[in-house]
């Protein structure tokens, strides 16, 4: 069975200052997708990430993904109060074909404190 | 493009009551999925399918029905509504296939509330 762990699962940061989400999963998977969720919102599509060794940036944040450890991270370059929202890492069952079956994990609560 | 859309926004029903929640896409996506969201627990799949006429279970099915009539609709279906099923609900859909990135695109949810 998948499992897909983020830590930490609430955040409270002070602008400026930097930090780092992590996401582990449990099997073997070459891709893994971040999503942004607003208060009350629906899910937005930060990154993706297709292989090992992937890195991608926008803006104050940066992705990247381990496939052999199983990890991914989120990192926060000095957070500003919009970054403030619920953050999802998921990935995709090992299940070929045509299926796109997403096991998310329980997401993170980044509160940025002015 | 509209993308993915879903009705209602918001319902109340009563134990026993049964309901429909539509979800629309116009992005051509083969693949299509209803999640649920509840506090402390991430998205769970319920169903999902791969293509018009083609359905199957995710993780927490019991309780819903889904058909698939048509590219582009992915009806979800509580058949008597209970307590437990109060939660968030969010469709999603996908290209599919390999070579292809599969990002998946979310609707704005639908937040049933049963009494």
């Known amino acids: 069975e998948l499992k897909v762990e983020q830590n930490p699962l609430f955040l409270s940061m002070q602008e400026g200052k930097n930090y780092t989400i992590y996401c582990n999963y449990s099997?073997?998977?070459?891709?893994l997708y971040w999503y942004r969720q607003d208060p009350g919102k629906s899910l937005e599509s930060l990154f993706v990430l297709l292989s090992n060794g992937a890195v991608k940036q926008e803006g104050r944040l940066m992705a990247s993904l381990d496939t052999k450890a199983r990890l991914s991270t989120l990192h926060i370059t000095a957070a500003v109060h919009d970054l403030s929202a619920t953050y999802f890492c998921a990935v995709p069952l090992p299940e070929g074909g045509a299926t796109n079956k997403l096991i998310f994990g329980t997401g993170t609560l980044l509160a940025v404190q002015p | 493009n509209a993308g993915v859309t879903q009705t209602p926004k918001f319902q109340v029903l009563k134990t026993g009551q049964s309901m429909t929640l539509q979800c629309a896409q116009d992005m051509n996506h083969e693949y299509m999925s209803w999640y649920r969201q509840d506090p402390g627990m991430g998205l769970r799949l319920i169903h999902y399918?791969?293509?018009?006429?083609?359905?199957d279970q995710g993780e927490v099915p019991n309780g819903y029905n889904v058909s698939r009539s048509t590219t582009e609709d992915f009806p979800l279906r509580l058949l008597s509504a209970a307590p437990s099923q109060t939660s968030v609900y969010f469709c999603?859909?996908?290209?599919?296939?390999?070579?292809?990135?599969?990002?998946?695109?979310f609707g704005p949810g639908t937040r049933l509330t049963v009494l």
């Open positions: 999603a859909s996908s290209l599919t296939g390999t070579g292809v990135i599969n990002e998946q695109f």
């Open positions: 399918s791969v293509g018009a006429g083609i359905t």
């Open positions: 099997t073997t998977s070459d891709r």
